[in-house]
């Protein structure tokens, strides 16, 4: 799975609307794709802490983050991949699509250098 194949038709389509309807909430394809890349790694990042909050050591609570992430990375293969991808090309800005580094207490996404 790339995010080069996804087109904004397309997820319109998806959704049952217009494609000038979702240029309402994102300026294009990249930040479409930027946008569900950091929902999703914030629902992996909150996922962690659940996992790791219900442990009473620190062994056991890296186990729980551990195979969190593997559950994870198992239940969503096309989403690992594009989160760990390094060599999709730079778009216009210099950022590469699809490159996420955790960055913070919670690893908020950030994408980019």
Not at 18 to 29: E, G, K, M, P, Q
């Amino acid at each position: 799975m790339t995010t080069r194949h996804l087109s904004m038709r397309a997820v319109a389509r998806a959704i049952g609307s217009a494609a000038t309807s979702v240029y309402l909430h994102f300026a294009d394809r990249d930040a479409l794709v930027l946008a569900a890349l950091n929902r999703r790694h914030e629902d992996l990042m909150q996922a962690i802490d659940d996992a790791q909050a219900r442990q009473d050591d620190p062994v056991s609570a890296l186990r729980a983050r551990t195979l969190i992430l593997g559950e994870w990375a198992y239940r969503h293969p096309g989403l690992y991949k594009v989160l760990h991808d390094h060599s999709q090309s730079a778009d216009r800005d210099g950022v590469q699509a699809g490159v996420c580094r955790p960055h913070g207490r919670r690893g908020a996404a950030v994408y980019g250098s």
